[in-house]
């Protein structure tokens, strides 16, 4: 089992910047792949950025290219996410999910808000 716990999210100026975090506990050696995702109040649940730990390869919504990175620390059980420029339209709640299998996610964190004002 794998565990996982975000933090970072917060209420932000449209323009601003917030970096979430997700830490994973548990048996981190089992996880292949971790991405961050979003859900908006009335939208579908949508993936926002991914990435491979085995050979960090990454891949990023088309609504957020250029505007985020995601990373992990050198012990690969901390995810990042780093949001710039933000606007009205990232406003959701965050979750953290990692797997044993590209592509598909076998652990959810239970989300971290992230608010923007204009």
């Known amino acids: 089992q794998v565990q996982l716990a975000e933090s970072g999210g917060g209420l932000v100026q449209a323009g601003g910047s917030l970096r979430l975090s997700c830490t994973a506990s548990?048996?981190?050696?089992?996880?292949?792949?971790m991405g961050w995702h979003r859900q908006a109040p009335g939208k579908e649940r949508e993936s926002v950025a991914s990435?491979?730990?085995?050979?960090?390869?990454?891949y990023y919504a088309p609504s957020v290219t250029g505007r985020v990175a995601i990373s992990t620390n050198n012990a690969k059980n901390t995810l990042y996410l780093e949001l710039n420029s933000l606007k009205p339209d990232d406003a959701a709640v965050y979750y953290c999910?990692?797997?044993?299998?590209?592509?598909?996610?076998?652990?959810w964190g239970q989300g971290t808000q992230v608010a923007v004002s204009s």
């Open positions: 999910a990692a797997g044993d299998n590209p592509g598909r996610y076998t652990y």
């Open positions: 548990g048996r981190t050696d089992t996880i292949i792949v």
């Open positions: 990435i491979n730990l085995m050979g960090d390869t990454t």
